[in-house]
């Protein structure tokens, strides 16, 4: 899996001077928030033309202000699930850019690398050992991060179709599958359909078919068929080695940013490579 040399961060900032107060004509003050301009995993290659962020490689934010941290401890945005979002609204620069139709990837970039610039790399959190179990604190550097383009996508395997979708032939039922990468708005309508049923106690929930909910999603067209009906049929009928085959392909076609860092327990000294959870104290370091 190749990584771009350079870790996840801003590009550069604008030409703004320094942040400063200065009195303006009507006895009020002037602030200029800084912005900076963070690296999209996808470089806009997976947006369709006429999107605002179509072969675009970067997009520029701005830095977060008392005003966004008010959303992100706000009880009602939180319950219905859209601090973020709101978030993501607030900060980013061109106002025609929809953040629910943002890339999870690219998502994902804006969001870490607005935690760094607001409270710095240092993410302490609690982590429970894999090997012994113990709960115990862990500071993970965000600065770590690496952005994860999906060049080196083995096209024996899967047909990029310049549209934002991909094909592939299944290993086992040689059923010819088109799927799309999922955005911000996908992945939340997602999770509300498992936060749903789990508040339902359905025996059969979504929660208890991750999988088949994630297939479901990204699946396009089988055999050139688009019904969903179809595909659903599909998705529950497939040999595991077809799902596994087409959940791999996904994972390796989506521009995202890789939070994989080392964990050493310091109980057990068990090592190896964790991916950083982002738990809900992810924006809130120290509290």
Same mark, same amino acid.
């Given at each position: ?30 602030? *200029? ?46 319950? &219905? ?74 096209? %024996?395997? *899967? ?12 290993? &086992?039922?040689?059923?010819? *599958? ?13 999770? &509300?359909?498992?936060d749903r049923n789990q508040r339902k106690k359905k025996v059969n929930s979504a929660a208890d078919h991750l999988i088949t909910t994630q297939l479901k999603s990204i699946i396009v067209e089988v055999n050139e068929h688009g019904d969903q009906e179809a595909i659903k049929y599909v998705v529950e009928n497939i040999p595991s080695i077809d799902a596994r085959h087409l959940r791999l392909l996904y994972k390796r076609a989506t521009p995202n940013v890789d939070l994989t860092q080392v964990? %050493? ?9 964790? %991916? ?12």
């Amino acid at each position: 899996m190749s990584r771009n040399s350079e870790r996840l961060g801003s590009k550069g900032s604008d030409s703004s001077p320094p942040p400063s107060l200065t009195q303006g004509d009507n006895g009020g003050f002037s602030f *200029v928030v800084p912005t900076e301009f963070v690296e999209l995993p996808s470089q806009g290659k997976y947006y369709p033309e006429g999107h605002p962020l179509h072969n675009k490689e970067s997009v520029e934010v701005r830095q977060m202000t008392a005003k966004e941290e008010d959303i992100l401890t706000s009880r009602t945005l939180l319950k &219905k699930g859209i601090a973020l979002d709101r978030l993501l609204t607030n900060i980013i620069v061109d106002k025609s850019i929809d953040p629910h139709e943002l890339l999870v990837g690219d998502r994902n970039a804006i969001i870490i690398s607005t935690r760094v610039s607001g409270y710095g790399s240092e993410y302490s959190t609690k982590v429970s050992c894999p090997s012994c179990g113990t709960a115990q604190p862990y500071v993970f550097d965000l600065n770590e991060a690496e952005i994860y383009t999906a060049d080196d996508l083995d096209l %024996e395997d *899967v047909t990029d179709n310049g549209d934002g979708t991909f094909s592939t032939i299944l290993p &086992k039922t040689q059923l010819n *599958v088109r799927f799309r990468l999922l955005t911000g708005l996908d992945e939340r309508k997602m999770l &509300k359909l498992v936060d749903r049923n789990q508040r339902k106690k359905k025996v059969n929930s979504a929660a208890d078919h991750l999988i088949t909910t994630q297939l479901k999603s990204i699946i396009v067209e089988v055999n050139e068929h688009g019904d969903q009906e179809a595909i659903k049929y599909v998705v529950e009928n497939i040999p595991s080695i077809d799902a596994r085959h087409l959940r791999l392909l996904y994972k390796r076609a989506t521009p995202n940013v890789d939070l994989t860092q080392v964990f %050493e327990c310091s109980s057990c000294d068990h090592e190896q490579e964790m %991916e950083v959870p982002l738990n809900a104290d992810f924006f809130w370091p120290d509290r």
